[in-house]
């Protein structure tokens, strides 16, 4: 702990206070502002906590001007290339990378869980075939927390590592038999010989070549791996405020997705295909596309470009880029995706080159390029944020987890500008 200190005084009242400033290993320090109301009598305000740090965590590290990401200081160029979705899982969850006993005792530990309540098929089979799969996942795991309801005991290591190895192992499979269900295929059961990446490729896609499965579990599994966190976005913020109440933790993994389900957030990996779909079938081209973008009249915006935090490339986007322009060499003049792909890349270009992008450091995000290599595993659209939500279930538990072992833990409740009227006498109705 470092005396620096930062000293704030009151224009009105010449008070004035210092406020302890707490050291970043990386990154901006940041200015406890606990003592602030107390000592001054003001709330700091700050909509849509564009600076506000909202915890103390050791998890992920994002430098945007740098494009960096790293999880538990790892980069997560290395881990992509490297390592794999349940060791990086278990990185995350642990702040180390296993030894071999500890990722085989970990990797035993999510197949056993593999074996999904059979009870969960009939909650799906109620919805219709063209629900929105992130709504049959969201009731998924409501209907989980219903199921383990009886058990929860968030304060205990046991209770809190049980349910962290369900939620990472039931996730995929179930989204597994969201997609089977939407197509109308037999759900299928996981192998407990085989990685989720694996289950979920063979599960969805049973009748492709053994050479098709290998190339698109790889491809699934480093999606799942590049996807399991990034620090405090939407989703995981909603998760640590929804689980600070010591609600069920199946609960707050609903709550999380149902806020990365959002096309500013999650969703746009689905957004960027619509989008590139209506280019496609549009008698307008590329260009006319990007004016609409550029145009702060118009509330059209480019899906798969832009970062809240990125604003240099997304290292995601990186490695995912290389995998999808893998797989468009592979695409022949006939394939129906081609025409897809060929205005993403010229989308692509625009947004490297066309100065409003690159002013505002608009590059191309994890979801531009992944939505793509989903398409032409030949994943649904619908299905996109499934996948993007059961990587990140990584993450959500992780944050959940180190939440609640922190000595501040403690219910979250944010404060408000309150700009309403004041104190006002009802008035009856035959008097209004
Ligand atoms: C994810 O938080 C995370 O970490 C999220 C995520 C994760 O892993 O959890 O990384 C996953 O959500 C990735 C982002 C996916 N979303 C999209 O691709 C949707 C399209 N992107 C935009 O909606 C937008 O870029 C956001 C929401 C991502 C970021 O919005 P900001 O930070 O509020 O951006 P901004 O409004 O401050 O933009 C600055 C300028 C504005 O123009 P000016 O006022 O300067 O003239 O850039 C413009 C914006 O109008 N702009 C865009 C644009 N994004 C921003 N213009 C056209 N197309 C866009 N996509």
Known sequence: MTNKKITIKDGQTNNEIDLPVLDSILGPDVVDIRSLEKNLGYLSHDPGFMATSS?????????????????????????????????????????KLPNINELNNFSNDISKSMNVDSSVLNMIKVFDKNSHPMAIMTACLTYLSAKYHSDIDIQNKDYRYNSTINLI?????????????????DFGQPNQELSLAENFINMSFPNISEE???????????IFLLHADHEQNASTSTVRLSGSSETSPYAAIAAGISTLWGPTHGGAN??????????????????????????????????????????NYDPRAKIIQKIAHEY??????????????????????YALEDDYFVSRKLYPNVDFYSGIVLKAIGVPQSMY????????????????????????????????????????????????
């Open 55 to 95: 915890c103390e965590s050791k998890i992920t590290f994002i430098d945007g001007n740098e494009g960096k990401l790293w999880y538990r200081g790892y980069p997560i160029e290395e881990l992509a290339e490297n390592s794999s979705f349940v060791e990086t899982a278990y990185l995350l969850l642990n702040d």
């Open 169 to 185: 192992a039931a996730v995929p499979i179930m989204a597994a038999w969201i997609l089977n269900f939407i197509h109308d295929n």
């Open 212 to 222: 098709q499965k290998k190339l698109s579990s790889k491809a699934m599994d480093i």
């Open 270 to 311: 689905e957004a960027v295909i619509n989008m590139l779909e209506e280019i496609k079938n549009s008698d307008k081209d590329v260009e006319y596309y990007i004016n609409m973008a550029k145009d702060k009249e118009n509330p059209f915006r480019l899906m798969g470009f832009g970062h809240r935090i990125y604003k």
């Open 328 to 349: 468009l060499k592979k695409l022949d003049e006939s394939n129906p995706n081609k025409p897809l792909f060929d205005i993403a890349m010229k989308l692509e270009k």
């Open 385 to 432: 944020t499934v996948i993007f939500a059961l990587a990140r279930t990584v993450g959500w538990v992780a944050h959940w987890n180190e939440m609640i072992e922190d000595k501040n833990f403690r219910i979250g409740r944010p404060r408000q500008l309150y700009t309403g009227k004041s104190k006002t006498s009802y008035i009856k109705i035959e008097d209004r």
